[in-house]
């Protein structure tokens, strides 16, 4: 058989069409740019903190109730926080300490807010496993944890215990005479 001289062009042969290619080109790397935002969002959508924490970034706690002598307590980013109206006579004996022979030194005035030094803000949590001391316990009339045996004096500092650390201050101000803004 004779190879036929004309040869018949199949459509896979002809000239593509530029503008197609073009077209495809954009419509793929736009799908693929949509598809990556649509596998990011979640990813970088899950690092904001939950609702939950950001409803307790700051709290606004009402002292009002609160005689010399007694405590209150509210939660803050999960945490219980000891607010504590000292009296006069507690003020004092906190003042005597010699901070020298303290583990972590630090004076009263620096635990409390210029002007409010009857209240004292902490974080109940004690600083050597977690736990929460109880108020008005143990040999210095402070904060006792019976887990381990940390005690802290009438300013929250550490001065019988395993405990390293005295129980932290939070930030906080006073919004007035009746409310402590905490965070």
């Not at 949509?34 to 979640?42: D, F, K, T």
């Not at 950001?54 to 000891?82: C, H, N, Y």
């Not at 904060?143 to 550490?158: A, E, L, M, N, T």
Request: aromatic share 6%; net charge neutral; glycine share 10%.
């Amino acid at each position: 058989m004779a190879n036929n001289p004309t040869k018949i062009q199949s459509a896979a042969e002809e000239p593509a069409d530029p503008s197609k290619r073009d077209f495809m080109v954009l419509a793929s790397c736009g799908l693929g740019a949509v598809g990556a935002a649509c596998v990011a969002w979640p990813l970088v959508d899950s690092m904001n903190p939950s609702a939950d924490v950001l409803a307790q970034s700051s709290i606004e706690v009402d002292i009002s109730s609160v005689q010399p002598g007694q405590q209150k307590k509210a939660m803050w980013r999960g945490k219980p926080i000891f607010i504590y109206r000292r009296t006069p006579e507690q003020i004092a004996e906190a003042n005597k300490v010699n901070v020298g022979e303290l583990r972590d030194p630090q004076t009263d005035i620096d635990r409390t807010k210029p002007g409010k030094e009857e209240w004292l803000v902490m974080v109940g949590v004690c600083t050597h496993l977690g736990c929460i001391p109880i108020a008005g316990e143990g040999e210095f009339g402070g904060w006792f944890c019976p887990c381990h045996g940390s005690q802290y004096d009438i300013s929250g500092r550490i001065r019988k215990g395993p405990a390293p650390t005295n129980l932290l201050v939070p930030p906080y101000a006073f919004l007035n005479d009746k409310t402590i803004k905490i965070g």
